[in-house]
């Protein structure tokens, strides 16, 4: 089945040590998207990349990147993560922005 | 400034009734709405999507009502099954140039009882 993919599921960091969570697509998307769900919170687009363009949003952190080196694969890369980078991130994709797939999401804690 | 809102937190319904799921929004750019229905330990699965040029969409036993005037949606399962309990998120973009970046409410956790 096509799907979306996040690897780990589950992921504890240390504070101040840089974490990457990756996500990968097999339903050949061409747009691809990090979100953030803290606790009890509404998921909230991190950034999102239309093809190889990166689109940040005003207001992610800069300690958040993101790359993309082909279609399929995507990563998420936290240089010092704080407490308060403890979330769930969900990886999203859509052709041409429409009803974007969801992987199943990294849970990151941060100790 | 929370642009999507879900104000009930949770529903609570019996077993073939009807549930209704509210949401409201405050950005008049916003012309495409959809609602993700989402299990724990599972990323959130797209069930339905109603584009500002109409005021209802159906599929099976979900439909989903716009009031363009009151920035108002709501989401309408007939009947309600117990497989239905999951949380719902009411999400909005306003299509263009925003290449499906979506905002979403905070969820509403439906409980269906046998």
């Known amino acids: 089945d096509a799907m979306v993919i996040q690897n780990p599921r589950y992921q504890v960091t240390q504070f101040g040590k840089p974490v990457t969570l990756s996500c990968s697509q097999t339903?050949?998307?061409?747009?691809m998207y990090w979100y953030q769900q803290k606790s009890s919170q509404a998921p909230k687009l991190l950034f999102h990349?239309?093809?190889?363009?990166?689109?940040n949003e005003a207001d992610t952190p800069d300690n958040f990147q993101s790359r993309r080196p082909n279609t399929s694969f995507c990563f998420l890369d936290i240089r010092s993560p704080g407490l308060g980078d403890a979330a769930m991130y969900l990886c999203?994709?859509?052709?041409?922005?429409?009803?974007?797939?969801f992987g199943p999401g990294t849970r990151l804690t941060v100790t | 400034d929370q642009q999507v809102k879900q104000n009930s937190p949770s529903l609570s319904v019996q077993e073939g009734r009807i549930s209704i799921l509210n949401c409201d929004y405050t950005?008049?750019?916003?012309?495409?709405f959809l609602w993700y229905k989402k299990y724990p330990a599972e990323g959130p699965t797209f069930l339905i999507s109603?584009?500002?040029?109409?005021d209802k969409n159906e599929d099976g036993r979900f439909t989903v009502f716009l009031n363009k005037s009151a920035k108002h949606l709501s989401l309408h399962i007939v009947p309600s099954q117990p497989g239905d309990s999951a949380v719902y998120f009411c999400?909005?973009?306003?299509?263009?140039?925003?290449?499906?970046?979506?905002?979403f409410g905070q969820g509403t956790i439906l409980t269906v009882h046998p």
């Open positions: 339903l050949n998307h061409n747009v």
């Open positions: 950005n008049s750019m916003f012309d495409y």
């Open positions: 109603i584009s500002s040029i109409k």
């Open positions: 999400a909005a973009t306003d299509g263009g140039t925003s290449y499906g970046k979506l905002t």
């Open positions: 990349y239309y093809d190889k363009d990166f689109n």
């Open positions: 999203a994709t859509s052709r041409q922005g429409y009803e974007p797939d």
